[in-house]
């Protein structure tokens, strides 16, 4: 995704240089000829937008619940394993070959079961982020959508590339954000929104949660 928002840019400076270009040898042929449009960019953080949204609390709940039933599962196939594997090595001396190497085979099964719930409840955690997830950036993009074409942008940025990355944009003029404009398109009111502490983007599972940093470029 960070590719294509990349090339995007690229090709709207390719664009607007070839314009420019063209724009010169028409006035040049012709004075009266009027000026290509110019291209216009905005930007904003799909993820600050989607951590003010009010369905944010609602599937951080969700999201802890699930992980919660999954950690406390996991905990106990961890004690069953250990009380086993004590009471393994304190009979050890007096199993014959037979029972110890059942034994044996019984810890081996049950240390690849407590692998194997890891995975899974990882990625069924995964699963249910996107499943509660998907629909709320949906009506965002349509909001980014609606305010791109009423204020007549060409191009729109996400500004956060991820977490542990560097943002997409590095210096952009604050007038291009049209963060606010999105939050009143989905019916946040901008000015009640509570300090960047307090509005941790909350619906990303533990695992993949970064900060909702206020989405501002100087």
Not at 96 to 110: N, S, Y
Not at 140 to 167: R, S
Request: proline share 4%.
């Amino acid at each position: 995704m960070n590719k294509n928002l990349v090339m995007a840019f690229a090709t709207a400076l390719l664009v607007g240089g070839l314009n420019a270009q063209a724009q010169a040898q028409t006035t040049t042929a012709a004075p009266t000829t009027t000026a290509a449009a110019s291209l216009k960019l905005g930007y904003t953080n799909i993820d600050y937008i989607l951590a003010q949204t009010p369905e944010a609390k609602d599937i951080q709940n969700q999201l802890t619940i699930q992980r919660t039933q999954s950690e406390n599962e996991l905990k106990r196939m961890q004690k069953e394993l250990e009380d086993k594997y004590g009471a393994y090595e304190k009979g050890a001396a007096q199993m014959t070959d037979v029972i110890r190497k059942d034994r044996e085979t019984e810890l081996q099964g049950l240390q690849g079961r407590i692998q194997e719930f890891g995975r899974t409840a990882e990625q069924s955690l995964q699963n249910k982020y996107g499943q509660l997830v998907n629909p709320v950036v949906q009506k965002i993009q349509k909001a980014i959508d609606a305010v791109a074409k009423e204020n007549a942008y060409t191009y729109v940025f996400n500004l956060d590339a991820g977490a542990n990355t560097t943002p997409i944009l590095l210096v952009a003029p604050e007038e291009n954000n049209i963060t606010e404009l999105v939050l009143k398109k989905l019916g946040i009111d901008p000015t009640k929104i509570a300090t960047p502490a307090a509005t941790n983007n909350a619906s990303k599972p533990a695992s993949a949660g970064s900060g909702a940093a206020t989405p501002k470029k100087n």
